[in-house]
């Protein structure tokens, strides 16, 4: 086969992978938002409601677990873009900006709260997935921590803070908060939560050592 051939047979491959994640997420967030477990839920429920067959799903994601590795590397994408609200502040920003950016994160972690729980909740029994979850937390952690080793370099936040250690204690527990009180909560409260942890983030990164 020539080159050229297959370069554009592997391009329509991954067009098509791309488009069909789309429907399978909508679909996926739709039934679990109505009710439905995820563990419940047949391959032919979701084919039917993401408008695809049988024969297409299983040819690009195996099975349930394909799917959910797939949905969890789009969650990460817009996860990382809404990051960029927080990781894109100055060093030594006010609170108010720092209120900004979450009320950002935690907008776009609404949206696929659903989808997320799945995620966690599949990390707990299925390797695969606890791998992929561990990389997407590896790599939130490496973003957070070269955002607090710049704002130390500018002298913004304490040098005798272990910047590593400090950013895998604030990802792991924001993932945790937004699991547990970001994504159930209604909408009203959302507001009180940011300032919470705008607050927490805010001192952390810039209050002096005691």
Not at 124 to 137: E, G, K, L, N
Not at 145 to 173: E, I, K, N, Y
Request: proline letters at 3%.
């Amino acid at each position: 086969m020539a080159p050229s051939i297959t370069v554009n047979h592997d391009d329509r491959r991954r067009r098509r992978r791309a488009e069909l994640v789309g429907r399978l997420f909508g679909a996926v967030e739709r039934l679990v938002e109505d009710g439905e477990s995820f563990g419940n839920l047949s391959v032919d429920r979701l084919v039917v409601e993401a408008g695809t067959s049988r024969s297409t799903f299983y040819k690009y994601f195996g099975d349930r677990s394909g799917l959910l590795l797939a949905l969890s590397e789009t969650v990460e994408a817009d996860f990382l873009v809404a990051a960029r609200a927080w990781l894109d502040l100055a060093p030594g920003a006010p609170k108010e900006e720092y209120r900004a950016a979450f009320a950002t994160i935690f907008r776009t972690y609404r949206t696929h709260r659903s989808t997320m729980r799945l995620i966690v909740e599949g990390s707990t029994y299925d390797p695969d997935m606890r791998a992929r979850f561990d990389q997407m937390m590896d790599g939130f952690t490496q973003a957070i921590t070269a955002h607090v080793r710049a704002s130390q370099a500018l002298g913004r936040t304490p040098a005798s803070h272990d910047a590593a250690l400090l950013s895998t204690w604030l990802v792991w527990m924001l993932e945790g908060g937004q699991l547990e009180h970001i994504g159930p909560a209604a909408e009203e409260d959302v507001a009180r939560h940011v300032t919470a942890v705008a607050e927490i983030v805010w001192k952390t990164l810039h209050a002096a050592p005691a």
